[in-house]
């Protein structure tokens, strides 16, 4: 079963950058397409980005395109979520999710998901 792992959530102020992390220690995300999605609190669950197996091809919601972007170094079995200017409005819970498929995913109907981290965006 794949787990996943994230971090670098925190505490940041308006405008700030953070950088998430998302890793699967023992399993090789090469062959997993991987979406990153958010909860606010008494709100669903939204997807925010997702990226295919090799970095090529990315999707992000309207309300980070241009401020987060997403990444990943396949040779350190890592996923980033690039967010830069961030506002009050992007506190949540962070998670990464993963599936073999890539429509699944950009489906937001991922099969796998990790623990989350905290992002909060306060001054």
């Known amino acids: 079963q794949l787990q996943l792992v994230e971090s670098g959530g925190g505490l940041v102020q308006p405008g700030g950058s953070l950088r998430l992390s998302c890793t699967a220690p023992?399993?090789?995300?090469?062959?997993?397409?991987i979406g990153w999605f958010r909860q606010a609190p008494g709100k669903e669950r939204e997807g925010v980005s997702c990226?295919?197996?090799?970095?090529?091809?990315?999707n992000y919601a309207d309300s980070v395109r241009g401020r987060f972007t997403a990444s990943r170094d396949n040779v350190k079995n890592t996923v980033y979520l690039q967010m830069n200017n961030l506002k009050p409005e992007d506190t949540g819970v962070y998670y990464c999710a993963a599936s073999e498929s890539y429509t699944a995913v950009a489906g937001l109907r991922p099969n796998y998901w990790g623990q989350g981290t905290q992002v909060t965006v306060s001054s």
């Open positions: 023992g399993f090789n995300l090469d062959y997993y397409a």
């Open positions: 990226i295919n197996y090799s970095g090529s091809d990315t």
